[in-house]
Every structure is written in C-alpha cells, then in structure tokens.
C-alpha cells in the first residue's frame, strides 16, 4: 500500500491541503447556489431558479480554474513533476480518507491532474483509479431520514410532514392536502397489497427542480414497501401536494437521464445515492450522483463501470449502433452495455453545411437547458482509451477513415480525443416496424407529444425523422441527435404558397424560395417514413404540429413569457380533487 508523507508541512502534504481546500470551497458554493432553490421556488422566480441551476452546472470548471492558478504559484516550475505528484495523491488520499464523500474529492483532485499532465486515458501513478471497488462500498448505512407513524392517524401525520418542511409562503391548505395524500397513500398500497399503511420515512431534505419540490422515501405497509416522492407545487395561495409517486417506474422517471438536474441541499452526498439506489435498485449508480447535480461524480462513475465492464467481458465487442448512419456523428456502441459512444466526423455529407463547433455548440446547449423529460443527458469525455482488440473491424475502419481528427491508434489501443457518450436508447423508426402495433402507436403518438413538448420549452429539433428520436424502456420518446436542434424563437414557421399551374409538375425544391432559418411544418409528413395507419394516428392526435400556425402561436407564447410545465409524472398520479391539478398557478412568476 502506498505511503504518503508523514511531514505535514512537506510540499506534498501543503499541496494536497490546497486541494481539499479548494474542494471543500466549491462544496461550499455549490451548496450555497443550491440552498437558494427554496426561496425561488417559494416566490415563483422561475427564471432565476433557471439562472442559478446554470450558474451551479459552470462552478465546477470555474473552480478548477482558480486551484490550477494556486497550485502553479505554489508549486512553480514543479507543478508538472510526475514524482511530485504522486506524493500528493498520497499526501491528498491520507487528508480525505475521514470525509464521507471523498470519492467526489478524489474526481475533483483526478480533474486537476488531467488538467496538468494532458491525461490519455488513465494514469494510475498520479490519478485516483479503483476500477476494481464501488465508490459508495464504504458507506455502512444510507442517508438519515425521519420516520412518520401512519397507522393510527394518517392525515395528522401528513400534517406532521408538511410542518417539518416549512416553506416562508405556507401551505395554502394543509389539512386537506394531508387528507388526501394519505388517501392516495392507502389506496397505492391496497393496489400492491401492501396492507395497511404503517409508516412513512423521508429524507429530509426537500429536492427542487423546475417548478415543482419533492419529498422523498419510502412508504411503509404490512405486507409491503413502496418507493415514495409527494411532489408540491407553489401557487399564488401556497404551497400545495400536487402527486403522490410509488411506482419505481415513476420514481426511476422522477430521477431520469432525460431531466435536469435537481437541487437538494444535501449535507453528504454518497449515502444519500446509497439510499436512492436502495429505491431503485436498477438505476446506475452513476446516474444518481449526475442528477443529484454531481455531473463530474457521474461521469467518474460511468467510466469505471464501463471499463470495468470491458475487462470482466474480454469477448464485449464495440460495434456501430443500430440505426440508420448519421451524417455528423458516427455512433459505437458496447454490444452488451447500455451505452452509446458519438464521434463528430471530420466532414459532414450533403446537405449538412455545419462544422464541427456548430455541433458542440448544440450539445453544450443542451447541457445548460431545461430537458423537461425529452432531451437525454449527453455527457462529454475526452481522451477515451479503448482496448483495440474489442472494437469491430467495421467500426475501427469507420472511425479512422471518417474521425481521424479524433480517433487514432497508439499501440493496442483506440484513442478516442473528443466524444459524446449518452444512454442507448431504441431508435423509434426501428421500434415502430418491430413493435405490436398497439405499442408502435404509442410510441408514436408520445413522439408527437414530445416535439409539443420540446416546442413550448422553445427546442426544436430541426430534424424530426423518426431515426432521430429514441423509445426507453418506459416507452417514453426520447430526442437525442442534437445537430440541427435549434430555439423555436429563431425559426421562421412557414405555410407552403400554392404552386401555379406550371409549378405542379416541378420538384418543390425548383419553385420555392427558402432563406435560412424557413421552415415548412406542412412537409414534415413526407419525410416521417411509417405505416399509413401511423401516420394517420400521428396527425389525428397531434396534426398541430403540422400546421404554421401553431407554431407561430408557441412563438408568441413564448415571446409573452409563457412557460412550457411538464410534470414528471402522469395525470393518474396527481391528487383527486386537488386544485392545481389544472396547472392553474404554475405559470406566473
């Protein structure tokens, strides 16, 4: 086992007590940007929340920046030294062994060590690596929460609930909405035969996210347990109980890939992901610290599983994802691991006329924005070193005829610079053909809802082919080919002009007059590629999307404010008689 210095006072010991301090004051920043999601949330400042939510996803790269510029007055012409810094990890490892949440200082410390030494791959001699282990392995018991007894009065303990967690607004009716959340509770566990409702344990931390907070836990019965999240809402009257989740599916949709990321003000971080994943235990770990807001622990966290995954599996095999070949990105895929892998190509194919910043551009808007449920989560990595012996030979000759400004071989191994890595998802134009048709149609129709979805949070995807959209496991459609996604804001919607007589036998394309940015919802259509019986589903249930018009109308919705809410969860989840239920109040701000 490595030693590290016993001088506390040595350069090695003083540079490891820079990071962690440089650490513990991002902790810090991060919270205190978190901590103000209660009071925008509280007066309806969506826009500001937005701000902040932002705001918190830059500290990260904001403080690297400042610990680099300390460590290089501290260090001078040694701050490249190898030996050096080995003896700091040492040094570093000893200081945050006490800390419960040093596997996030362990990255933090891993992301300045890239930083200096232009890192390819791993360097196991001046990085934190442990392939080998689960970062959360060294929690012995999950978050602490705090246990209601339902048995005997279940709406005073509701009540209970809501006075634990205050809010400066108040509740606009406490008493009803604690009758009705213990109805809802009773009747999830009567449908699971779970018995009587015995107890509700929650964290104790409320999780805020776009407009609306989340309690979460468990909800304890006689004969069962059930995941728990009681989402509020704030209106113009107070705060009110808006749904009561205890499906694992909701719960899982809850803390998705394909939402922002929630603002909790937790006091530790890593047992509060042991105790999520005890609720859904499917759920990647690494998924969990990254909507927990912890992206760069995400990211960490996905490597090691991946690469974990490919030394147990010497027979895995990157292969070319299913799907039709894009034009921008060549995609591999671990044939068994539910990832996929996006290299920009070096030169797109007509009639794509971006460039490679144009692209990145797009990805990193999509980082900062609102996904509302329909964008999944890309994340950018750099500097990927795959074993070379497990990438298809089709895959490895695509990548290096077609990525060579990215991709390149140095010993057995494929270097991959600059990549995009998301959740792999079944393309909808594949899903549609192979699916029963009852599911196809779903499938199809919740892709209508999702381009409704994406144009009142002023997205539009530029490219609505069905291969552009993916089906998770829920069967929810999913945008996720970012190239021509653009705001609804900057487009010019436009109806087809009728064509003279002599135009009628002409291609559209000789006759019509575009300028950049036109766009001819009309056509859309013509290019969707499914079954007639589809099509005709799509348009009977969605035909706005069609039609200019409609598009010009979220335009001006959006110029006057207006605020696409897309809640999380289904209408069945939502309170019976509960007055928000209409959306009324969520709007304003």
Known sequence: ?????????????????????????????????????????????????????????????????????????????????????????????????????RELSKTFFNSLSRRFFHTVGVAADIEFVALDRESTAHVAEAASRTRYRLREAPAEAIEQIFADVPFACGYADAVADATRVAAACEAQLLAHDGGAAVAIELLPTPFFRERRAYLVGRLLGERAELPLAIALVSTAEGIRADAVLTRRQQISTLFGYTRSYFLADLPTVTDTVVYLHGLMPHKPIEELYTVLGRAKQGKTERYRHLFRHLAAHPEERLVRADGERGMVMAVFTPRDYPLVFKVIRDRFAYPKDIGRRQVEEK??????????????????????????????????????????????????????????VERRLRPLNLYAREADPDAARAAVLDYGQAIKDLARSNIFPGDLLLKNFGITSGGRAIFYDYDELCLVESCRFRALPEADDEDETRPLEDWLTVRENDVFPEQFPRFLGIPADLRQALIAAHGEIFDPRWWQAVQDGIAAGDYADVPPYPPSARLAGDPASDGGGLGAE
Request: charged residues 30%; aromatic residues 12%.
């Open 363 to 420: 990805y990193r808007l999509v980082f900062r924005y609102d996904r509302i449920g329909r964008l999944v989560d890309a994340q950018e990595f750099r500097y990927l070193r795959f074993p070379l012996a497990q990438v298809d030979p089709p895959m490895l000759e695509e990548l290096l005829a077609e990525c060579a400004e990215t991709v390149t071989v140095d010993g057995e191994d494929l270097v991959v610079a600059h990549c995009y």
């Open 1 to 101: 086992m490595r030693q590290a210095p016993t001088d506390a006072t040595g350069t090695p010991a003083r540079a490891a007590a820079l990071i962690l301090d440089a650490f513990l004051d991002y902790n810090a920043r991060f919270s205190d940007i978190t901590r103000r999601a209660k009071r925008w949330f509280e007066r309806r400042s969506w826009r500001q929340a937005q701000i902040d939510t932002v705001w918190r996803l830059d500290l990260y790269e904001e403080c690297l920046a400042e610990t680099l510029g300390r460590l290089e007055l501290l260090l001078d012409e040694r701050v490249r030294s190898r030996p050096l810094w080995r003896l700091i990890r040492d040094a570093f490892e000893l200081q945050v062994t006490p800390y419960l949440d």
